[in-house]
Protein backbone atom coordinates (compact mmCIF):
# COMPACT_ATOMS: atom_id res chain seq x y z
CA UNK A 1 0.00 0.00 0.00
CA UNK A 2 1.23 3.46 -1.26
CA UNK A 3 1.93 6.02 1.64
CA UNK A 4 2.19 9.86 0.41
CA UNK A 5 4.15 12.12 2.66
CA UNK A 6 3.14 15.86 1.75
CA UNK A 7 5.58 18.90 2.31
CA UNK A 8 6.12 22.40 1.99
CA UNK A 9 2.79 24.28 2.90
CA UNK A 10 2.91 27.40 4.46
CA UNK A 11 1.71 30.90 5.65
CA UNK A 12 2.39 33.81 2.78
CA UNK A 13 1.07 37.10 1.56
CA UNK A 14 -0.76 37.30 -1.86
CA UNK A 15 1.29 37.23 -4.77
CA UNK A 16 4.01 35.11 -3.24
CA UNK A 17 5.03 31.42 -4.50
CA UNK A 18 5.36 27.66 -2.51
CA UNK A 19 6.33 24.53 -3.95
CA UNK A 20 4.75 21.41 -2.56
CA UNK A 21 6.07 18.37 -2.60
CA UNK A 22 4.84 14.81 -1.89
CA UNK A 23 7.04 11.69 -1.47
CA UNK A 24 5.67 8.39 -2.19
CA UNK A 25 6.50 4.93 -0.78
CA UNK A 26 5.45 1.30 -0.98
CA UNK A 27 4.37 0.96 -4.46
CA UNK A 28 5.78 1.42 -7.87
CA UNK A 29 5.63 4.84 -8.15
CA UNK A 30 6.49 5.95 -11.94
CA UNK A 31 3.42 3.94 -13.13
CA UNK A 32 0.51 5.65 -11.88
CA UNK A 33 -1.04 9.20 -12.38
CA UNK A 34 -0.33 11.26 -9.61
CA UNK A 35 -2.55 14.82 -8.40
CA UNK A 36 -3.00 17.36 -5.60
CA UNK A 37 -6.48 18.15 -4.78
CA UNK A 38 -7.15 20.65 -1.86
CA UNK A 39 -10.14 21.05 0.45
CA UNK A 40 -11.38 24.15 3.01
CA UNK A 41 -13.71 22.85 6.03
CA UNK A 42 -17.14 22.22 4.71
CA UNK A 43 -16.14 22.23 0.78
CA UNK A 44 -15.54 19.46 -1.44
CA UNK A 45 -12.32 18.05 -2.07
CA UNK A 46 -11.21 19.65 -5.76
CA UNK A 47 -8.68 18.15 -8.02
CA UNK A 48 -6.55 21.10 -8.74
CA UNK A 49 -3.63 19.57 -11.09
CA UNK A 50 -2.96 16.26 -12.19
CA UNK A 51 -0.32 14.22 -14.22
CA UNK A 52 -0.32 11.04 -16.19
CA UNK A 53 3.26 8.46 -15.36
CA UNK A 54 4.20 10.06 -18.94
CA UNK A 55 3.88 13.15 -17.88
CA UNK A 56 1.01 14.84 -19.39
CA UNK A 57 -0.57 17.43 -17.35
CA UNK A 58 -4.36 19.00 -16.56
CA UNK A 59 -5.16 21.72 -14.45
CA UNK A 60 -8.36 23.38 -12.82
CA UNK A 61 -9.63 26.24 -14.41
CA UNK A 62 -8.85 28.63 -10.75
CA UNK A 63 -5.37 27.57 -11.08
CA UNK A 64 -4.26 27.80 -14.96
CA UNK A 65 -1.15 29.78 -15.74
CA UNK A 66 -0.11 29.97 -11.84
CA UNK A 67 0.24 25.99 -10.95
CA UNK A 68 2.05 23.63 -12.36
CA UNK A 69 2.58 20.31 -10.87
CA UNK A 70 5.36 17.69 -12.05
CA UNK A 71 7.08 14.43 -11.38
CA UNK A 72 10.85 13.05 -10.46
CA UNK A 73 9.94 9.52 -10.68
CA UNK A 74 13.65 8.53 -9.57
CA UNK A 75 12.77 10.74 -6.22
CA UNK A 76 9.43 9.05 -5.86
CA UNK A 77 8.31 12.31 -5.61
CA UNK A 78 5.44 15.12 -7.00
CA UNK A 79 5.31 18.37 -6.64
CA UNK A 80 3.07 21.34 -6.95
CA UNK A 81 4.91 24.73 -7.94
CA UNK A 82 2.39 27.51 -7.01
CA UNK A 83 3.02 31.39 -7.90
CA UNK A 84 0.58 34.24 -7.71
CA UNK A 85 -1.02 33.21 -4.87
CA UNK A 86 -4.27 34.34 -3.71
CA UNK A 87 -6.70 34.64 -0.70
CA UNK A 88 -8.75 32.04 -2.12
CA UNK A 89 -6.43 29.42 -2.08
CA UNK A 90 -5.98 28.90 1.24
CA UNK A 91 -6.88 24.91 1.56
CA UNK A 92 -5.14 21.95 2.63
CA UNK A 93 -3.63 20.55 -0.30
CA UNK A 94 -3.59 16.67 -0.26
CA UNK A 95 -1.14 14.29 -2.57
CA UNK A 96 -3.42 11.56 -4.24
CA UNK A 97 -2.18 8.57 -6.38
CA UNK A 98 -4.42 7.38 -9.41
CA UNK A 99 -5.38 3.87 -10.14
CA UNK A 100 -3.83 3.50 -13.52
CA UNK A 101 -1.37 5.68 -15.29
CA UNK A 102 -3.13 7.95 -17.87
CA UNK A 103 -6.69 7.86 -16.30
CA UNK A 104 -6.44 11.72 -14.98
CA UNK A 105 -10.30 12.19 -14.35
CA UNK A 106 -11.09 12.61 -10.25
CA UNK A 107 -12.87 8.89 -9.84
CA UNK A 108 -9.47 7.89 -10.59
CA UNK A 109 -7.35 8.96 -6.89
CA UNK A 110 -7.97 6.32 -4.44
CA UNK A 111 -5.05 6.64 -2.05
CA UNK A 112 -4.16 10.15 -0.19
CA UNK A 113 -1.62 11.69 2.25
CA UNK A 114 -2.19 13.77 5.44
CA UNK A 115 -2.16 16.95 3.74
CA UNK A 116 -0.31 20.15 4.04
CA UNK A 117 -1.69 23.73 4.87
CA UNK A 118 -1.63 26.55 2.44
CA UNK A 119 -3.07 29.89 4.07
CA UNK A 120 -2.31 33.27 1.62
CA UNK A 121 -3.57 36.15 3.50
CA UNK A 122 -4.35 39.46 0.84
Known amino acids: QVQLLESGGGLLRAGGSLRLSCAAS????????MGWYRQAPGKERELVAA???????NYADSVKGRFTISRDNAKNTVYLQMNSLKPEDTDTYYC????????????????WGQGTQVTVSS
Open 26 to 33: GSIFSINA
Open 51 to 57: ITRGGST
Open 96 to 111: AQGKSGNNLAPGNFGS
